[in-house]
């Protein structure tokens, strides 16, 4: 045991960094909102995107945190996310960060074309769809990456 | 004793598991523990990135089985008492020969000398034996670096937050899960209008009071 300590001691602090692995992947989180016209319910995680969304569009009154999802991505691959009623988005993240420490990101909602942007870490961009469900709630997302660098 | 940690952080450069985690992986002791499910494959993928380490583990288990494979047997019972009996009568006819002649006398204590230091080596042996192949699947006698971290009077260890990672879960679910780390902890926090740049566009831009935002209209109504 002592000497497989010592053998992994040395070879944890001599290796080279790996060229692709987890340290060059990007995390997306993404959040599956619900937003309607009915009733005055607002998760509270929600707040602040309810905030904003009701000073352009004070009709919607009522959002619901549905899922989220973290997917790990390295730069050029693409993955998918469902969504609700088996509507899917897909993200594909561009690039890591960047000089100016921001991520870019290609965002397909459903039905829609893709939105690229560029984005700091750790702070959640809200769009919101054309997609409905059946009982009429509106289908929001949040997208938020991490890590950018310290 | 500080117990050694298998927490990632405490790892040689921050984000690298520490070689007691190492250690504990190669001696099998992550086996067969839902408990430490998530640490385990959390720790295969960063293996998987790290050829140098993956060899050294490959190396480690072919010294191992070489070990195990070429380790002598132990002497069975009746072997043990062939041998001391054998020990036993030729000390006895030693003590028994005559003294008078010096020749003889040294020649005796010769063979004691020479049965005393076979029986040393015996049980040299023995020793290591014993010590060394006292379990199939622990052959090592040192506690396990996990032995430190577990109390044995906890028969459902709980996993730390830091140790598992939650990838998906429903709004409604979260509640249900008091231990992990979620996609979102607490409040949204939104991107500021100089935090957020779009290019190749053609969802509509809206510039709120704090926040951008991608809006698809679906009715006249909206901005």
């Known amino acids: ?150 | 004793m500080t117990p050694p940690s298998h927490d990632w952080s405490h790892g040689a450069a921050g984000g690298e598991p520490g070689p007691e985690l190492l250690a504990a992986y190669l001696d099998g002791e992550l086996e067969g523990r839902d408990d430490l499910a998530a640490l385990r494959a959390r720790l295969e993928d960063w293996i998987a990135c790290h050829p140098e380490v993956r060899d050294e583990i490959q190396r480690q288990r072919r010294l191992r089985r070489l070990w195990e494979q070429t380790a002598p047997e132990e002497p069975t019972a009746a072997q043990w008492r062939a041998a001391l009996s054998s020990i036993l009568s030729l000390a006895s006819a030693g003590r028994a020969r005559a003294p008078e002649a010096p020749f003889a006398e040294t020649k005796g204590k010769a063979y004691v000398q020479t049965l005393g230091l076979v029986a040393a080596c015996l049980a040299c042996v023995v020793l290591l034996s014993a010590t060394f192949l006292s379990s199939p699947t622990q052959p090592w006698s040192v506690p396990s670096a996990l032995d430190f971290y577990l109390p044995e009077d906890d028969p459902f260890p709980v996993a730390r937050s830091q140790e598992v990672e939650v990838l998906q879960v429903a709004g409604a679910d979260t509640g249900s899960l008091p231990i992990g780390r979620l996609p979102v902890q607490g409040e949204l926090e939104l991107v500021g209008h100089d935090d957020v740049a779009f290019s190749e566009s053609n969802a509509r831009v809206i510039f709120g009071v704090n926040s951008p935002m991608a809006w698809e209209r679906l009715r006249d109504n909206e901005p």
């Not at chain 1, 942007?117 to 929001?140: A, D, H, W």
């Open chain 1, 1 to 150: 045991m002592l000497l497989v300590l010592l053998a992994f001691s040395g070879l944890v602090a001599t290796r080279p960094a790996p060229a692709r692995c987890p340290e060059d992947k990007v995390k997306v989180t993404l959040v599956v909102i619900l937003a309607t016209e009915q009733g005055n319910f607002v998760d509270k995680r929600l707040r602040k995107v309810a905030e904003e969304i009701q000073k352009i569009h004070p009709s919607l009154k009522s959002f619901h945190l549905k899922k989220m999802t973290d997917h790990s991505l390295t730069p050029g691959e693409k993955s998918v996310f469902p969504l609700v009623d088996a509507q899917k988005a897909s993200i594909v993240v561009k690039h890591g960060a960047d000089k100016s420490n921001k991520v870019c990101l290609a965002v397909t909602p459903p039905g829609q074309d893709e939105i690229v942007y560029s984005t700091v870490c750790g702070k959640f961009l809200p769009i919101v769809t054309k997609y409905e469900t059946k009982n009429q709630e509106r289908l929001i997302l949040a997208v938020m990456v991490q890590p950018c660098k310290e």
